[in-house]
T-cell receptor, first 114, second 113 residues
Framework: AQSVTQLGSHVSVSEGALVLLRCNYS??????LFWYVQYPNQGLQLLLK??????LVKGINGFEAEFKKSETSFHLTKPSAHMSDAAEYFC????????????FGKGTRLSVIA | DGGITQSPKYLFRKEGQNVTLSCEQN?????MYWYRQDPGQGLRLIYY???????QKGDIAEGYSVSREKKESFPLTVTSAQKNPTAFYLC????????????FGEGSRLTVL
C-alpha cells in the first residue's frame, strides 16, 4: 500500500520568503510522486512530478521538489513567495507502472502575507 | 480546447434523493476517476475506470455508483444510501498507465439540505 503524509495542514509565509511544504511517502515499490495545486472551488493542476529521471524536479510557477529516497521525502520549495501562490497544495503517490490510482495527502493550505 | 467538463458546478438535493454528477472528457483518455474532497481530508477515491464497460471501487465506494458506457463519459450517482453526501466531487482522467498526468475537472459541489 502507498501513502503520503503532508506535515502541516496550514503554512503561512511572508511575501518574498522561502516556501517549504513537506511531503513524506510510504511505498513498497519505487514510486512516482506528484505535487498538485488547487485554487478555491477549482480542480487540481499539476505543479511537477518525479518519475525517476532526475531527483531534483522543476515545475511551473518557480516551484521545485527534490526526491530523497533515504528520507522518503519529496518536499516542495519556492525561493520567494508571491501573493498568487496562496492556495492548497497536495502531494500524491502512485507506483512506477502508473497502474494504481494516485493516493493523495490531506493537503497543505499556503497563506502568503503581504 | 481539450479538457474535462463537470456539471453541474453546484447542486442541492434533499435527503433521500439520488443525484447524478456528469463528467465528460475530450482528451481521448482511457482512464477516468472520481474523487471526493472534504475539508482537511484531502482527496479520497470513490471509483475509477481504466477501460470502457469496466470500473473498480475505490476507498469510499459505498453509497455511490458509476457507469462507463462511452470512453468520454463517466457519470457518478450519489445514492440515498450515502450517509454524508455533502462534499466537493472531482472527476479526473489519464492516458492509461505510465507517467501520464492526471487531468482534473473544475469540480461539482453537492449540498444536501
Amino acid at each position: 500500500a502507498q501513502s503520503v503524509t503532508q506535515l502541516g495542514s496550514h503554512v503561512s509565509v511572508s511575501e518574498g520568503a522561502l516556501v517549504l511544504l513537506r511531503c513524506n511517502y510510504s511505498s513498497s515499490v519505487p514510486p512516482y510522486l506528484f505535487w498538485y495545486v488547487q485554487y478555491p472551488n477549482q480542480g487540481l493542476q499539476l505543479l511537477l512530478k518525479y518519475t525517476s529521471a532526475a531527483t531534483l524536479v522543476k515545475g511551473i510557477n518557480g516551484f521545485e521538489a527534490e526526491f530523497k529516497k533515504s528520507e522518503t521525502s519529496f518536499h516542495l520549495t519556492k525561493p520567494s513567495a508571491h501573493m498568487s501562490d496562496a492556495a492548497e497544495y497536495f502531494c500524491a503517490v502512485s507506483d512506477q507502472r502508473g497502474n494504481t490510482p494516485l493516493v493523495f495527502g490531506k493537503g497543505t493550505r499556503l497563506s502568503v502575507i503581504a | 480546447d481539450g479538457g474535462i467538463t463537470q456539471s453541474p458546478k453546484y447542486l442541492f438535493r434533499k435527503e433521500g434523493q439520488n443525484v447524478t454528477l456528469s463528467c465528460e472528457q475530450n482528451l481521448n483518455h482511457d482512464a477516468m476517476y472520481w474523487y471526493r474532497q472534504d475539508p482537511g481530508q484531502g482527496l479520497r477515491l470513490i471509483y475509477y475506470s481504466q477501460i470502457v464497460n469496466d470500473f473498480q471501487k475505490g476507498d469510499i465506494a459505498e453509497g455511490y455508483s458509476v457507469s462507463r458506457e462511452k470512453k468520454e463519459s463517466f457519470p457518478l450517482t450519489v445514492t440515498s444510501a450515502q450517509k454524508n453526501p455533502t462534499a466537493f466531487y472531482l472527476c479526473a482522467s489519464k492516458q492509461g498507465a505510465g507517467t501520464g498526468e492526471l487531468f482534473f475537472g473544475e469540480g461539482s459541489r453537492l449540498t444536501v439540505l
